[in-house]
């Protein structure tokens, strides 16, 4: 059966400081992945998708970027964190348009 | 490029009642349509999909929706709520064609009054 794991489940980050979230999917192929984040009242933002390794479309300009460098690992990076990018971030997977969700990583940059 | 809307930031029902969750899309053609519930905290489960075919789709938990090509809708209803169904309610949709992006609507917040 298919799993999305995405790690870590909680983060307290200083502003100016890096990120790195990771998610990875098991027991699927060539699934396209995404990130979204939801802040407080703002609903479900798609961030990025990939279709396939090193293919990302970013939906929005801001201060994250995302790397697919395998085929079932999604990665969302920053150099230098805002306290706007606190928020709830989920990662998810689809193969033939479902999505499946990761638990979703709570950043709080302080 | 698709979109959703829920109009409905937030409703508040009493236990027993009947429910009904709006979501309105556009995009050019009908596209995949889903409605998701998050529980808080949580991430996302998916309660029922529509692709073709019968317009009324059951889903899990007692929950229903129905594809309305003329509105470009796909409403949510449940004719009786409990208690354990006050959470986010989340409309999505995929476009059939290009790269396939699932955009969801802004999510419509579930009270539950006893």
């Known amino acids: 059966s298919q799993t999305i794991h995405q790690w870590p489940a909680t983060l307290v980050q200083p502003v100016g400081s890096p990120l790195s979230l990771e998610c990875t999917v098991e027991g699927t192929s060539n699934p396209n992945l995404y990130w979204y984040r939801q802040a407080a009242g703002r609903g479900l933002q798609l961030l990025f998708y990939s279709v396939g390794i090193g293919q990302i479309s970013s939906e929005v300009p801001q201060n994250l970027s995302a790397s697919r460098p395998q085929d079932r690992q999604f990665i969302l990076s920053s150099k230098k964190l805002l306290l706007s990018d606190s928020g709830f971030y989920l990662c998810?997977?689809?193969?033939?348009?479902?999505?499946?969700f990761g638990q979703g990583t709570r950043l709080t940059v302080v | 490029a698709q979109s959703v809307t829920q109009p409905d930031i937030h409703i508040t029902v009493s236990e027993g009642a009947s429910l009904e969750l709006r979501c309105n899309y556009s995009y050019g053609a009908t596209p995949y349509l889903f409605w998701y519930v998050q529980s808080p905290g949580q991430g996302l489960q998916l309660l029922l999909k529509?692709?073709?075919?019968?317009?009324l789709v059951q889903g899990i938990k007692g929950f229903e929706a129905e594809f309305k090509r003329s509105q470009s809708s796909f409403n949510l209803r449940k004719p009786s709520v409990h208690w354990s169904d006050a959470a986010e309610y989340f409309c999505?949709?995929?476009?059939?064609?290009?790269?396939?992006?699932?955009?969801f609507g802004q999510g419509t917040r579930l009270t539950i009054n006893p």
């Open positions: 998810a997977w689809s193969v033939q348009t479902e999505a499946f």
């Open positions: 529509y692709f073709s075919g019968d317009t």
């Open positions: 999505a949709v995929v476009g059939i064609q290009g790269a396939q992006k699932l955009v």
